[in-house]
């Protein structure tokens, strides 16, 4: 499996995330379009069959190396964490959280299982 192949599901993480982040810019989630949720839920299915199809065939392929920089990368994105408090306390009245966090979550779930497993190169 090539490593371009490897990237689609970080490319589609990405593009997922943006259906949260505006989620939490509106006051009022009922004043987006239908079709934004649809896309929401579209691109995170997509999101989770490319995750489960790079898990497959690539989990046999991992070595220590890889196994080492997935653990490098997951300490790193575990700080998100700590962003996501500092935003919290710092604009969380701003923030529509009930449009916004079961999103970020699950995203967050699905990026940290997969680099701690060395799935994503």
Do not use: K, Q
């Amino acid at each position: 499996m090539s490593r371009h192949a490897c990237r689609c599901p970080i490319v589609a993480f990405v593009i997922s995330t943006a259906f949260p982040v505006g989620a939490c810019i509106v006051e009022d989630t009922a004043t987006l379009p239908r079709v934004w949720g649809v896309l929401d839920v579209t691109v995170a299915a997509i999101l989770a069959g490319l995750a489960i199809t790079v898990a497959t065939i690539a989990e046999p392929r991992v070595d220590a190396g890889v196994s080492e920089t997935a653990y490098r990368v997951y300490r790193v994105l575990l700080h998100g964490l700590l962003v996501g408090v500092i935003v919290f306390l710092t604009v969380g009245d701003r923030i529509n959280w009930s449009g916004c966090l079961v999103g970020f979550v699950w995203r967050a779930w699905c990026c940290s299982t997969r680099c701690r497993r060395g799935s994503w190169p």
